[in-house]
Every structure is written in structure tokens, then in C-alpha cells.
Nanobody, 114 residues
Framework: QVQFVESGGDLVLPGGSLRLSCVAS????????MNWYRQAPGKQREFVAT????????SHADSVKGRFTISRDNAKNTVYLQMNSLRPEDTAVYYC???????WGQGTQVTVSS
């Protein structure tokens, strides 16, 4: 079964940028939609963005719209999340996954703080 490994998280100042990566191992991304999610301390995991298998159709949560951009490179089995104008409320562990799948990777920690 394909597994996902997230990376790119870091401590960043408010207003800064990060690019997260999600690499599929043990299989290809194939024709799956892919989502990014995040979970802040003490809160439920929430949807951040989705992308279709061609990479041409995307949707983002209202809280990140205009600041975050999801993309993918199927040749590299990788999904990206470009995050700009980061805010302290974006602090969370970020995960990628196929919609509806219940097994999760380790995620990558993003901390936005001065």
C-alpha cells in the first residue's frame, strides 16, 4: 500500500513562506485526488486543500484561500503545498492523504511565531 512522507515544515516568522512536500512511497500517486490536512494542538484535523490527478483542478479551504497553493508532480510522485503570508493560526502538523483513507503518515510540523 502506498505510504506518504511529508516534509518541509519549520519554524517561521509571521508573514513568511514555506513549501511542504508529500512524497508517495511503495506505489504511485496514480489517478487519485490528493488532499492536504492540518491538525493544530487541541483541535480536530481539518481539510486544507485538494487537487485532482491531472493537477488542473484545485480547491482550498476559505482560511487559506489566496495564501496557500496545492500542486503536484506525478512524475515525481509528489504533492506540494506552497504557503505564503503565514499566520500564527496556521501553526499545526500538516498531513497529505488520499481522500477517505484512514491511515496517516507522520506529518510535518509548521510553527508560525515571532
Amino acid at each position: 500500500q502506498v505510504q506518504f512522507v511529508e516534509s518541509g515544515g519549520d519554524l517561521v516568522l509571521p508573514g513568511g513562506s514555506l513549501r511542504l512536500s508529500c512524497v508517495a512511497s511503495g506505489g504511485a500517486l496514480g489517478m487519485h485526488y490528493m488532499n492536504w490536512y492540518r491538525q493544530a494542538p487541541g483541535k480536530q484535523r481539518e481539510f486544507v486543500a485538494t487537487i485532482d490527478w491531472t493537477g488542473t483542478t484545485t480547491s482550498h479551504a476559505d482560511s487559506v484561500k489566496g495564501r496557500f497553493t496545492i500542486s503536484r508532480d506525478n512524475a515525481k510522485n509528489t504533492v506540494y503545498l506552497q504557503m505564503n503570508s503565514l499566520r500564527p493560526e496556521d501553526t499545526a502538523v500538516y498531513y497529505c492523504n488520499i481522500p477517505g483513507r484512514t491511515s496517516w503518515g507522520q506529518g510535518t510540523q509548521v510553527t508560525v511565531s515571532s
